[in-house]
């Protein structure tokens, strides 16, 4: 691996770990920081999984499915982050906006639930095998198929938020908390 990809795995790491440990205390930041605060590290992760180590089509160096056992996430964890972040962010009609017609009311909560699944049981994993190349190859495939098209969905829907200052309805209507 060359110097400047392994450049990019670190990078590709930290902002993995800052934007997972961002989600796991939402529940502990206030609405317009939690929108502010996942909107920077969303970006962060994109930028640096755009620099991950190219993946050649086919399989990965080993064919062995590296994340089913050793990750401590599931879709059960995935289900309940997007509950929570739902709860947290609100539903919102801007969801129209950047989803179409069909647009559900937990997209965004979904989107941000699903980078958060795959980066976590890619550090999970990361932590716990010395398989590095067929993690890096998991993520970069994921990233390509999959994460990176809820991230750039929910970039978007948070720069609605923010061309609105990231409004807090709960503050609008003179409801407190």
């Known amino acids: 691996m060359s110097g400047e990809s392994i450049v990019g795995v670190e990078a590709f790491l930290l902002a993995s770990q800052e934007y997972c440990a961002f989600i796991e205390r939402a529940d502990q930041i206030s609405r317009s920081e939690l929108l502010h605060g996942v909107h920077c590290r969303l970006a962060d992760v994109y930028a640096a999984g755009l620099r991950l180590p190219e993946v050649r089509s086919g399989l990965p160096p080993s064919v062995e499915n590296t994340s089913a056992a050793a990750s401590s996430w599931g ?9 929570q972040l739902k709860r947290i962010i609100r539903d919102v009609d801007l969801t129209k906006e950047v989803y179409g017609e069909e647009a559900l ?15 976590k049981e890619g550090l999970d994993l990361w932590n716990a095998r010395d398989q590095k190349g067929e993690i890096l190859w998991e993520w970069s495939f994921a990233f390509i198929h999959h994460w990176a098209q809820h991230a750039t969905s929910g970039m978007r829907l948070l720069w609605l938020f923010m061309t609105l200052g ?12």
């Open 75 to 83: 879709n059960s964890g995935e289900i309940a982050l997007a509950t």
């Open 166 to 177: 990231y409004p807090d309805p709960e503050l609008e209507s003179g409801a407190g908390p």
């Open 105 to 119: 009311p937990d997209r965004l909560s979904d989107d941000l639930a699903s980078v958060y699944s795959e980066l």
